[in-house]
């Protein structure tokens, strides 16, 4: 099946008379998952390096920019470039054979004061009710999960049933993590949804709200490694659990209800990001060949860390060819969900747009298209044209899995050390992007004085992107070309999969 084809303009080529009366108080609001909440490397920490609030910056807003924060241990539920970084500190640039078993007591070690900080100490304490959130995006959440979920039952059920491990993480971080989000002014429990509402109430409203949902629907196929479709119970906290897949009649159903939620919020421009193929991230491999000349995919997909010589189909979980196929033909029918909506809206006179996010990160895709230039979509895939001061960079970053070694970075760059989610650079891009759609929208930015207009064609600050992403700036010196490392810890703490099911 051919690729979808992505969204060029961001207002579907359909006008619409903006009211720009008034000065909106919240000039920017976002709704999301983790890649909106900032997470990285295992870990939600320094939430001030995240997207929204890069555009935050950008407006020359950030001195009011609302957003959770979460100090001491590099952050929850595990932070494996900090962790990979005290490895570092304790035995150097490899852990042998021989310094596995104290490796690993270390790592305990470490584990239990973070958790210990987290579920007991001064990080267990709940933040004082204060103003809502700008930036009301979740680690982990679905589209059910933000209809419903509040602080008060973020802890009810298990996200999925997936991942146990012999060595604990902190054991309250859905709990920790909404309630740093989702405070409220009179203590009274919000949804994402109702936390945007009320924020829209003040004053003029809101001026740019943005939703970026619906990976969580289908991101666990590639964390479990495991295609399982959704179906009785796909729309309840605790039976979803078992599905890693939603069919795209049941996200149809629960995007319907976050279409009736956006309506409810007063907000002069709406931008929505497509749901990225999950397929694509380096955390599940493409091993072996692809499976013919001129297709995207690979005859399996598994954990980066097993080489395609150790490769076992009958030992080690994998994804096969067809599943990969499945999963991005479902999340092609989430994306014409999401525009279609979109469409009816700007249709009834609402400034609603789409950023498709999934055609950005596909024309990034290193091994399933730039390496591979049969497998390219025609006419309308181009490799992304990354920034000249990402270009500049040796190696120029790619969406490998993250490699490095005594004399820097070896490859990748565009993904943390999950495999997973964004390192900053890439946080940037997004950044970058949104903003280029918010310009078209007719938001106007600000120099850090918040007063004076900024010329069209507003750039993100790559310099000071740059100097903050430490995977890019100091990269580790233990993630040699086998990154071994990263697959022994999951080999120990099956962190993947327990990140996925909520750390419990």
Not at 64 to 70: D, I, L, Q, T
Not at 180 to 189: E, F, P, Q
Request: hydrophobic content about 40%; aromatic content about 8%; glycine content about 10%.
């Amino acid at each position: 099946m051919a690729s979808r084809e992505p969204v060029t303009q961001s207002d579907l080529g359909i006008e619409v008379n903006v009211d720009r009366r008034g000065q909106p108080e919240h000039r920017l609001v976002t709704i999301g998952d983790s890649l909106t909440h900032g997470f990285q490397s295992g870990a939600i920490f320094n939430t001030d390096l995240s997207y929204p609030a890069m555009i935050a910056r950008e407006l020359g807003w950030y001195g009011s920019f609302r957003h959770p924060k979460y100090p001491g241990y590099g952050g929850i539920p595990l932070n494996l470039e900090l962790l990979v970084r005290v490895i570092e500190e304790r035995f150097g640039d490899r852990v042998s054979g021989l310094e596995f078993p104290r490796a690993l007591f270390h790592i305990r070690q470490h584990l239990a004061e973070a958790e210990d900080w987290w579920d007991e100490g001064p990080g267990s304490r709940p933040p004082p009710p204060g103003p809502i959130n700008h930036n009301l995006g979740i680690y982990g959440w679905d589209l059910r999960d933000a209809l419903e979920r509040t602080a008060d039952t973020a802890h009810e059920s298990k996200r999925t049933g997936l991942g146990q491990a012999i060595v604990p993480l902190v054991r309250n971080a859905d709990k920790i993590s909404a309630a740093r989000v989702l405070r409220s002014d009179d203590g009274r429990a919000l949804t994402p949804f109702e936390a945007a509402e009320r924020l829209s109430r003040d004053g003029d409203g809101i001026e740019t709200l943005i939703v970026f949902l619906g990976a969580n629907n289908a991101l666990g196929s590639v964390i479990g490694l495991r295609c399982s479709e959704s179906g009785p119970g796909y729309d309840d906290l605790a039976d979803k659990a078992a599905y890693t897949v939603w069919r795209p009649e049941h996200f149809a159903a629960e995007w319907k209800l976050v279409v009736e939620k956006v309506r409810s919020i007063r907000a002069r421009h709406v931008i929505f990001g497509t749901v990225p193929h999950v397929t694509i991230v380096p955390a599940a491999r493409g091993v072996g060949p692809k499976v013919a000349k001129g297709s995207r995919y690979f005859e399996h997909y598994t954990r980066p860390w097993i080489a395609d010589k150790d490769f076992d189909p009958d030992q080690d979980e994998h994804l096969t060819a067809d599943q990969a196929r499945k999963i991005d033909t479902t999340i092609d029918s989430y994306n014409e969900t999401i525009v279609d909506s979109v469409e009816a809206e700007r249709r009834s006179g609402s400034d609603w747009r789409v950023l498709d996010i999934a055609a950005l990160l596909d024309r990034l895709a290193s091994r399933r298209y730039i390496d591979d230039p049969h497998a390219q979509p025609p006419a309308w895939w181009t490799p992304y044209e990354l920034p000249d001061a990402l270009r500049r960079l040796e190696p120029v970053p790619d969406s490998r899995f993250f490699v490095s070694g005594p004399g820097g970075r070896e490859s990748g760059g565009l993904f943390s050390l999950d495999g997973i989610h964004p390192t900053t650079i890439a946080y940037g891009l997004m950044a970058q992007e949104f903003i280029g759609v918010m310009e078209e929208a007719g938001v106007e930015f600000m120099r850090p004085d918040g007063v004076t207009p900024r010329p069209p064609g507003v750039e993100v600050d790559w310099a000071w992107i740059l100097a903050h992403d430490t995977l890019i700036s100091q990269p580790p010196r233990s993630l040699g070309s086998d990154v071994k490392l990263i697959g022994w810890l999951d080999e120990k703490l099956d962190f993947l999969k327990r990140l996925w099911a909520g750390a419990s």
